[in-house]
């Protein structure tokens, strides 16, 4: 039995514990926001928030979380998710969507951890997100943008 | 009035743009589970026509006939309905249309379906027509209830008014009255210089969700007592099981079943992580005696042999033959190799089967031409095709993948559905490996390029030969082998292009962009090559050989100036630059180059000019053009899809199928040309002049020109 605190909720999970988080968040507990890509740590569309650092939900056992605190795009909150989910919004990011979540994951644990970050800060945070339709673009645009607006 | 009711009662065509309009939606699209998001409006929604309904919310809700995969037909749509119906643009919504060849035919295709960069082009009349048709049918009501004449009725931002009476109302009010008014014959549509909507950058009507996680792609679709499915399927194209052991796999917490299908070995978990342990478990015997065995270096020396055997002929004018026999002629040759390459789209094939009460069937997938999906499953479900409703889905990515001509696709998912039977829901997907494993490939291709230069400078004769897999499955000349360079926009006096196919056990699609894939490297690198020889600039050099009234010089005067092309470039950096038309849209770019520390090239910026005639959504454009660059530059740089010795696929995952990165991405500048033409596509002409711009100022860099792609693998191997 595994017992974890998913968007402030506690959660345990007693199947099969080489389960990986991303199917345990999506399948037992329906929060879809969370998207598979690559099932090794290639792309990023997994990413969540364990213990306030990004993470590969698809490579981590749900049996080594045990006591974690996991935060999906569904829960994410305060200043730094407020001000990327408004940048991508303002730029219209998007282009297909599958892989923004696992975006904005990284993107708000890059600014919780550097409110103002160089190009080469964003590069080191957000090279592990693919984005097949390449926004990455107005993705560092947004990033920007986004602290920016949390300097004011 | 219930939608049923309506269905039936008014079937009106109009001639010309085909719109089909009083044709309800049967409300049956609604039913069943999830529905993708965003929704549309929330309140009682009215048909107008087969394409807009309006709310007693005073939503507008456009169904999109095509899918919404990243292009923007959800934004682009709307915006043309919302035009003619003079609609605010914040009571817009847009949903996937139900499945229909017919009412929702693309009208360049003559059936369902979305590619070659068409919707804006095939919608642009049809839905001006759909919102001018919704908002004569708004003001019939209004005069109606009002008691005024139709005519001093005007509409401005979602609100309908008489200035005589004092009366104004928004569109809900009437959307009842509306919806069973008679549909004009021929509604008129306004002049391009009255547009208040078209051309302006409004904002998507999908990103909000798309930002927040709430958008719902098929594999969000998670109804009760779902069973998940993966299939093993061969290492090798052409190879069948032989025989498998499921012992193992059956013990693995959560498996419910495993059954053979003609694809490979289909196996059924409580959840995705049982069915993909339980397929890790599985130990298959491969039949490979009908596979293909050679590697891609193997096929690359027989595509080439080709090139000394008579050709299919696409382009022959003036005499080539003639022409290289001419004295005091310099020639320049170059062959090159392109690579198969995968799609990759974000979101693997997938789909999900849900049975109704009534036995039939509803399928959630990103159908790109759901007609078909709906045919075959039917077929292998044993189902009347009225019995199985494809619901489209947001997809996350295609490139081409998702359309595919008798759905080999639908064909396995349906497959799985059917073999384990019952009346449990069940969704199949594929694994990244599936998808970077399951061909369906841009194909292989080898050019070979002869080019004539007389004693003047002039390029007098251009011959190129192309050998890969048709595409279409031609015996005979394939189109799409060839377009980009049998219609060679430069005026070269002597000009032969020749194509052969190549047939091959590994299914061949197309990828973003199709034939100019390789035809905007190919005639873009040689066209180069040659100025270059003749001492001409790369810019200059273009536009002496193409007519200067062309959209071709438009776009590349234009990226010249952007680029301001005529500047020296920063120390070790240097400029390629192409030009090429697809899908009607014209692009040109720049690219500034360096050789980056791993030795690689390092794109710092790309200027791209496009003219797709009118702009309907300028920023939608822009960021088809900066993903388009993306895209085909991380193609260009990094991918292929090669099989090894014995013909083993070597690649499975975005380890060895690079992607572009971000910080591989260059700066994007993008400017559209302002033009009255009729729109044309923007979601493929991005990608071919980028590969061909970073070759050339590689060229420029190294002095080696690129033969063989992708060009990192190169310097690797």
Not at chain 1, 49 to 76: F, K, N, Q, Y
Not at chain 2, 93 to 103: E, F, G, L, M, Q
Not at chain 2, 367 to 390: H, M, N, S, W
């Amino acid at each position: 039995m595994v017992t974890f605190t998913l968007n402030g909720k506690e959660r345990t999970f007693d199947g099969d514990p080489d389960t990986p988080l991303l199917w345990v968040i999506r399948d037992f507990e329906k929060l879809t926001g969370t998207k598979y890509g690559c099932g090794v740590a290639q792309c990023g569309a997994c990413t969540v928030h364990l213990d306030g650092m990004p993470r590969r939900s698809c490579i981590t056992p749900i049996a080594t979380i045990d006591g974690s605190d996991v935060v999906t795009i569904e829960g994410i909150s305060g200043k730094e998710a407020e001000a990327v989910q408004t940048a991508w919004t303002g730029l219209d990011v998007p282009q297909c969507g599958y892989c923004q979540s696992g975006q904005i994951m990284s993107a708000v644990a890059l600014l919780q951890m550097v409110p103002n970050p160089t190009d080469d800060e964003i590069d080191g945070a957000m090279t592990g997100n693919l984005c097949r339709c390449a926004t990455y673009h107005r993705i560092r645009a947004a990033i920007h943008n986004a602290a920016n607006s949390m300097e004011g | 009035m219930t939608l049923h009711d309506f269905t039936a009662t008014r079937r009106t065509f109009l001639a010309g743009a085909g719109l089909v309009i009083g044709v309800a939606i049967a409300p049956r699209f609604l039913s069943a589970a999830p529905t993708g998001v965003p929704a549309g409006g929330a309140g009682d929604l009215k048909p107008m026509n087969a394409f807009v309904k309006i709310g007693t919310d005073d939503t507008v809700t456009v169904l999109s006939k095509h899918i919404e995969f990243g292009q923007g037909p959800f934004t682009g749509l709307a915006t043309l309905v919302a035009e003619e119906l003079d609609a605010e643009w914040s009571q817009m919504r847009a949903v996937h249309s139900p499945t229909d060849n017919k009412i929702y035919a693309n009208l360049a295709f003559g059936l369902q379906g979305t590619g070659g960069s068409s919707s804006i082009a095939n919608a642009y009349e049809q839905m001006r027509k759909a919102g001018a048709t919704a908002r004569a049918m708004l003001v019939a009501a209004a005069a109606a209830e009002w008691k005024v004449p139709a005519a001093e009725i005007t509409v401005e931002k979602g609100r309908i008014k008489h200035a005589a009476s004092g009366k104004e109302s928004g569109f809900g009010a009437f959307a009842d009255k509306a919806a069973s008014q008679t549909p004009p014959a021929d509604p008129k549509l306004k002049d391009p210089k009255d547009f208040v909507l078209i051309g302006r950058d409004l904002p998507k009507l999908d990103t909000r969700e798309k930002t927040n996680g709430t958008a719902i792609f098929t594999l969000d679709i998670m109804p009760d007592r779902l069973l998940t499915a993966v299939v093993a399927h061969p290492k090798h194209f052409g190879a069948v099981v032989k025989s498998f052991d499921d012992t193992d796999a059956r013990k693995v917490m959560g498996v419910v079943d495993v059954k053979k299908i003609a694809q490979g070995i289909a196996v059924y978990g409580e959840n995705t992580f049982a069915a993909l342990k339980g397929r890790d478990a599985l130990r298959i015997e491969w039949d490979l005696s009908k596979a293909e065995t050679r590697s891609s270096a193997e096929l690359a020396a027989e595509y080439v042999r080709h090139f000394d055997e008579p050709g299919l002929e696409a382009t022959n004018t003036g005499d080539v033959a003639a022409a290289f026999r001419q004295q005091g002629l310099q020639t320049v040759e170059a062959q090159i190799v392109f690579p198969f390459l995968a799609h990759a789209p974000m979101e693997p094939l997938d789909a999900v089967f849900i049975k109704a009460a009534d036995g039939s069937v509803d399928i959630y997938n990103g159908a790109q031409f759901p007609g078909f999906d709906q045919q075959v499953a039917a077929k292998i479900l044993a189902l009347d095709e009225t019995k199985v409703r494809v619901n489209t889905q947001l997809a996350g990515g295609s490139f081409g993948r998702k359309a595919q001509f008798g759905s080999p696709y639908m064909q396995e998912a349906a497959s799985v559905y059917a073999a384990i039977g019952g009346d449990r829901p069940l969704k199949h997907m594929w694994t990244r490996e599936d998808d970077i494993q399951g061909g369906f490939y841009r194909p292989m291709y080898a050019h070979k390029m002869r080019g004539a230069i007389d004693a003047d400078g002039r390029i007098t004769a251009w011959e190129q030969i192309i050998v890969g897999q048709s595409i279409m499955a031609k015996a005979d000349l394939d189109s799409t082998s060839v377009e980009g360079a049998s219609n060679l926009p430069y005026r070269i006096p002597n000009l032969k292009v020749t194509s052969h196919n190549v047939t091959l056990p590994i299914p061949p699609l197309w990828w973003r962009s199709v034939g100019h894939t390789h035809t905007g490297f190919a005639v873009e690198t040689f066209v180069d090559e040659l100025l270059t020889r003749v001492g001409r600039d790369p810019v200059d050099g273009r536009l002496a050989l193409l007519d200067p009234a062309s959209r071709h010089a438009g776009v590349l005067r234009k990226a010249a100036e952007m680029s301001d092309w005529g500047a020296t470039p920063a120390e070790g950096r240097a400029r390629g630059v192409a030009v090429v038309e697809s899908f009607g849209s014209f692009v040109a770019q720049v690219a500034e180059v360096s050789v980056g520390p791993d030795g690689a090239p390092r794109v710092h910026k790309v200027w791209c000019a496009v003219d797709c005639g009118v702009a309907v959504n300028p920023n939608i454009i822009k960021a088809q053009m900066e993903g388009g660059i993306g895209y085909g530059l991380g193609a260009v740089l990094f991918d292929a899809v090669t099989l090894g010795k014995g013909g083993r696929i070597m690649q499975s995952n975005f380890h060895d199928y690079r992607s572009i990165r971000i910080n591989e991405m260059p700066d994007v500048a993008v400017e559209i040309i302002r033009s009255t033409e009729k729109p044309t596509g923007v979601g493929e002409p991005g990608v071919p002049p980028i590969g061909p711009a970073v070759a050339n100022a590689w060229r420029k860099l190294t002095n080696a020109p690129v033969r063989q792609l992708p060009i990192v693998s190169i310097m690797s191997s």
